[in-house]
């Protein structure tokens, strides 16, 4: 109920993003159960993109999103990453999708995470350090098949 009473006394303007940032996020959610990966990439990669600078503040963009996909029951790391770089897309924020891997040596076995940066900044995703991440998606080391 609380989140409910928070929502309710934002203003306009940050309801609206926040909306904006739930539907990303459930879209990217239901379109990775729905589609091959490499085509859920190819739709957000086509999110319009707003010219000029934007009204809203890119720590404000993070914060939406970011609440969005913890309100979104089980929205993936990559889930996340996937509707963030789309949703920053829209608002002029260009970024990298970042993957990388850690062996877990006490659970013998491989975890993956996913996060956004930009310019080597990790904007969106918490802490990478462990992870050897792949190349960019999209960077010339980044091999298409």
Sequence with gaps: MKKVHN???LPLPEKGL???????????KC?????????M???TKRA???????????????????????????????VRAIAGQAFLARYGHQT???????KDQSEKRVKAHA???SQGLVLFGGAVGPYTAFPALGDPGFRKR
């Design 7 to 9: 929502f309710l006394n």
């Design 18 to 28: 926040l909306i904006k940032a739930l539907l990303f996020v459930w879209g990217v």
């Design 31 to 39: 379109g990775l159960r729905l589609l091959p990966f490499r085509t």
């Design 41 to 43: 990439l190819t739709l």
């Design 48 to 78: 319009p993109i707003k010219p000029g600078p934007t009204s809203f503040p890119l720590n404000q963009l993070l914060g939406a999103i970011d609440t969005a996909g913890r309100n979104v029951p089980r929205a993936t790391c990559l």
């Design 96 to 102: 990298d999708l970042r993957i990388g891997v850690l």
């Design 115 to 117: 996060w956004l940066e």
